[in-house]
């Protein structure tokens, strides 16, 4: 089976509040790129070459566990908008080594209600209007 890569939309979250807001006539720090679809990771994980150029501010760190075991401390910074399969969030983001993959992870995918199809290779909305999210 194949990995699902998606182009998804990036913008700095403060800078669209900013523009909205009318404080400033800056541009938004904006940029789409190509992401893969990781069911295996629960944040979104962005190189640190993009997180630059989007300008995201630290928020923590966090301890990951990569695939072969290793245990590595990383930035968490945002707020970042991600826009993919036409719906739309603000969330946080893992910082990757810089010219890694972005990974989407788990938090997109449940926050947009997003089904990946591997065998497929393709991700899709679960319902075609708006995210269904369950609370229990």
Known sequence: MGEIVVNVGLENHVDRRIVERGISGDPVRATRLDGIVDTGAVMLVLPQNVVERLGLESIRTAIVTYADERREERPVVGPVAIEVCGRAMVT????????SE??????VLEGLDLVADCANRTLAPRTPDYPTLKIK
């Open 102 to 107: 972005p990974l989407i992870g788990q938090i």
């Open 92 to 99: 946080e983001c893992m910082v990757g080594p810089p010219l």
